[in-house]
C-alpha cells in the first residue's frame, strides 16, 4: 500500500512533497536529486519491500526535492543551500526533534552539510554513493557521457541511466525504474540540477559532523573509486566505511536482504552505549572479546566487516587461506551468522570495526 503526500513550503516558498510511514526512531531519507520521485519508487517492487521493512521498526521519511516529482517543479534556486531548505521544512513539518539521516549520492553533501550544521538533531549518518565534491561521482567518462544525453533524447537517457548508474537489470523492474526517473523532473530541470549539484563541496564542513557516520561502498561500483569513499569516511570524525557485496550502484537490488542487515545494524544498534560506539575512521583501537570470539576471529571479523576477500585477509595477516576460512567458521558459529552480511551488521552492532 503506497503512503499518502503530505505538503509542506520553505522558507522561500516552495512546495515540497513528503511521506511518512512507520513508528519508531525517524530516518529521513533524502532526495536522490534530480530523480526523486517517492511515489514512483514506491511501485517499484523490491524498493517498496525494502522501504517497508525499514519501516517496520522506524519512522521512514521520504521527500521529493525541489523540482522533481510531487514537489514544486518551476523553481530556480537549485543550490545547497536551497536543498537544505527543503530538508527544513520537511523536519520542522513532521515535528522531528531528532532523527538519522540517509544521503544518496548528491543528496549525500545536503546531508554532511546538514549534520554538520545541527549536531544536537542528528543521531546517525548514512552515505552512500557519497562524496566530499560532487565532482568526484561526476567525473567518471560513462557519467559524462550520460550527461551529454539529457537535452538530446530524454528516454534514451533516463533509460541509459536507470541501468548504467543504478546497475537495474532489464525487465519489468528495470522499465518501472527507468519509468519513475523519467517522470521525476524534466530535462532542463534535470541539467540545471546537476549543473548546480556540480559545484557542491562540503571538505570544510565535514570535520564538524559529531554523530556516527555509516559510509557504504558497493565494491563493484566502478563510477565511485572505493578511494573516494574512504577520504570520505577518514574525513567524518566518527565515520567508517563499509563494503557492501556486489556490482549494483544502488541500495536492495542484487541482495536487498543484505543491504538491509547492514543498514538496520547502524540505524537500530546499541550505538548509545559507549562501550558499543563506532570508533574513528582509521582507529586501531582494539574492541573487548564478544560471545567468546578471540582475538584472531575479531581481527578476522572486522576485516570482513571491511569487505576484505578471504585471501586479502590471509596477506594482511600473515596467514594461509585455510586458516582464514578456518577462523571465519568458527566466528559464524559463535556469532550465529550466516554468511559475511551477518557477519558485517553483527561487526556494526558491536562496535567491532
Known sequence: MEPSLRYTRTSDRVTIAYTVTGDGPALIWLPPVPF??????WRIPFIHDAYQRLAEQMRLILYDGRGTGHSQRDVADLSLDAMLRDLDAVVSDAGLETFALLGYYHSALTAIAY?????????RLVLFGGTLRAMDAMSAPETQALLTLIERDWDLFVDSAARAWMGWSVGEEGRLVADAFRTATTPAMARGTLEAAREGDVSGEVGS???????LHRQGERQIPVEVSQALADALPNGRLVRLEGSSAGLFFGDPEA???VLLAFLTGEHDNASDSIPPAGSSVRTPR???LTPRELDVLRLIAQGEA???IAHRLGLSVHTVERHAANLYRKIDARGRADATAYAIRRGIL
Open 209 to 215: 559532523v559529531t554523530s556516527p557516520a555509516l559510509v
Open 36 to 41: 526523486s520521485n517517492v511515489m514512483g519508487q
Open 259 to 261: 543491504d538491509l542487515r
Open 115 to 123: 549534520a554538520a550544521r545541527h549536531p544536537a538533531r542528528v543521531t
Open 310 to 312: 578471504n585471501a586479502e
Open 290 to 292: 564478544r560471545d567468546g
